[in-house]
């Protein structure tokens, strides 16, 4: 439960330091949104919130500084948000919006400047914010994940409403994976992948694209089935409709994709408790209908799969959130992606992953950098889906010149 008279009273202190002692009532409401005060609740506030104006603009302007100091920790270091543009579909309760990293690797910069945003318009309009980790690839969990992505979202985000852990929602997965299959919108495949592959690039259908419901209904549980298939045996194919051309589209990554597939790896946080994994594609899209997201803005790189989501959204009937892509940062002389920062830590030209040096999120804490300054930037650079290349030196003084 927030303290509102706390709230109220530090607004109102600092909205009286900017205007020569005097508070105003229209500022100090609009930041008391901000903090999530529902419109609806205002009245109930209204009251208050004049006693206590009255009561600040009646203080001396070295008894407001003196009061503001001790108060100053309730507001949020909110920057103006000039660079921002309005999102459109904005309904009365806000949005409800994600950032959704992969557990494979610790968060870098790269992860910020393609998400901070969308924290600062949960801000903005108030909602929901999660922080979802996609971890249902049991070879490629960076283990420490659960624990850091917390401490760093929470220090850069400030406003995590919950964390979500997909390998903790599997049978959720496996509820979708098979109403898709009932609903005939999935088939078990069990053709070898490249045969498979051999058949999308000729645009043809599997053969089990045929298989009847009770077919698939037994091909999935012997995938499920610990005695069942083997890893490699069988995955459930999502079957792209004759709306988007089926095997047909234009698109190769569009033509019955996976969903579902059998990995025997052992999981670092579930065990060996599960054989069958969702792929990306399944997982996002049934977290981004059970959670209800609103809008979407990710990376660029997200194009196909926000394709593939839809259809999916299309099955279910549900209408697809508003999305929008970023474009991606790349600098010229630091590793981003995973896969080049653990060449370079193995090539022992970076200590590990605590390398200050390095640009995740650990580093830059540690280095003094405030959220405030990404939050700023973030703002400074907008929505815009132009891939940049950049040389590190001139991301950083930029960043630098925020964090005053
Ligand atoms: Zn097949």
């Known amino acids: 439960m927030k303290n509102w ?24 409401i609009s930041s008391l949104f901000h903090e999530g005060l529902e ?47 309005e999102l459109p579909d904005v309904s009365k309760t806000g949005v409800v919006m994600r950032f959704a990293p992969a557990a494979s690797g610790p968060l870098h910069i790269g992860h910020i400047i393609s998400n901070m945003v969308n924290s600062l318009y949960v801000k903005k309009y108030g909602g929901k914010f999660y922080v979802r980790i ?46 898709l299959i009932k609903k005939k919108a999935a088939y078990v495949c069990t053709c070898s ?16 694209r045929k298989n009847s419901l009770k077919e698939n209904i037994e091909l999935w549980n012997k995938m499920l089935d610990k005695s069942g298939f083997k890893e490699g045996d069988a995955v459930v194919r999502f079957k792209t409709p004759e709306k988007y051309k089926g095997m047909k589209n234009p698109n190769p990554a569009m033509r019955d994709f996976p969903l579902a597939r059998i990995n025997e ?38 194009m196909d799969n926000a394709k593939r989501h839809k259809m999916i959204f299309d099955v279910f009937k549900k209408k697809y959130p508003w999305t929008a892509f970023m474009g991606r940062i790349k600098f010229k002389d630091i590793p981003l992606s995973k896969r080049k920062i653990v060449a370079s830590i193995e090539s022992g030209e970076y200590e590990g992953w605590e390398d200050l040096r390095l640009p995740t999120l650990f580093a830059l804490r540690k280095r003094g950098y405030k959220p405030s300054a990404f939050a700023k930037l973030a703002e400074h650079q907008g929505l815009s889906e132009v891939d940049k290349v950049m040389d590190s030196k001139e991301y950083f003084s930029l960043l630098d010149g925020f964090n005053k």
């Open 5 to 28: 008279d706390k709230i109220i009273r530090a607004y109102g202190l600092k909205n009286a330091l900017s205007h020569d002692g005097v508070a105003l009532q229209g500022p100090v």
């Open 39 to 85: 419109k609806k609740e205002v009245g109930k506030y209204v009251k208050r919130i004049i006693e206590i104006l009255l009561e600040i603009n009646s203080l001396s302007k070295e008894e407001q500084e003196k009061e503001f100091k001790k108060l100053e920790k309730e507001v949020s270091e909110r920057p103006a948000r000039e660079g921002l543009p």
């Open 134 to 179: 996609e971890d249902t690839n049991p070879e490629k969990v960076f283990a420490d994940c659960y624990k850091s992505f917390k401490v760093d979202c929470d220090w850069i985000f400030g406003n995590v409403s919950e964390y979500i852990i997909q390998s903790d929602r599997m049978k959720i997965y496996y509820d979708y994976a098979e109403k």
């Open 193 to 208: 992948a490249e045969k498979f592959k051999k058949l999308a690039e000729l645009k043809k259908d599997c053969p089990c």
């Open 265 to 302: 790896h052992e999981h670092p946080r579930q065990k060996k408790k599960y054989k069958v994994w969702p792929l990306m594609n399944l997982a996002v899209a049934v977290d981004d209908i059970e959670y209800k997201m609103t809008h979407i803005i990710r990376g660029k790189e997200h």
